[in-house]
């Protein structure tokens, strides 16, 4: 609907209003965080999850709508950590925010990361005295 043909009310100007503080609350910089540099070269970047929901409602009563109007709204924003972003030395990794593993598939599935790099690294040290 076009704005300039959108018919003012106070509901109307509710909802604006509890949207524009959502939105205020929630972008880019909430989803992907803003760098951060540690001493040694380290940059860390935030990453998050972000869920929201919003509702509202009103009600005209009488023939002079702003004189007798009531209504409300309301919004909830949650938001999760779920990584960083790891960058060292031209090397990116991502290093998960995650609740403990419970069992031992989970922990068996956070294990495989750094089982793959440490046969990597076998792999590449066997390879480079073998051409030695």
Same mark, same amino acid.
């Given at each position: ?48 999850? #972000? ?10 009563? =009488? ?13 909830? #924003? ?11 030395? =031209? ?10 593993? #419970? ?30």
């Amino acid at each position: 609907m076009d704005n300039t043909m959108e018919k003012k009310s106070p509901l109307t100007d509710l909802m604006r209003s509890t949207m524009e503080k959502i939105h205020e609350m929630v972008d880019t910089n909430t989803i992907v965080g803003q760098p951060i540099t540690t001493p040694d070269g380290v940059t860390l970047i935030p990453i998050s999850k #972000v869920s929201f929901g919003f509702g509202s409602g009103g009600g005209d009563y =009488g023939k002079a709508p702003k004189e007798n109007f009531g209504g409300g709204s309301g919004a909830g #924003v949650k938001i999760d950590p779920v990584a960083f972003l790891v960058i060292k030395d =031209g090397a990116t990794r991502v290093l998960p925010v995650a609740v403990p593993p #419970v069992s031992t598939l989970d922990r068996v599935v956070e294990m495989v990361p750094d089982i793959m790099d440490k046969v990597e690294k076998y792999f590449d040290k066997k390879e480079a005295k073998e051409t030695d």
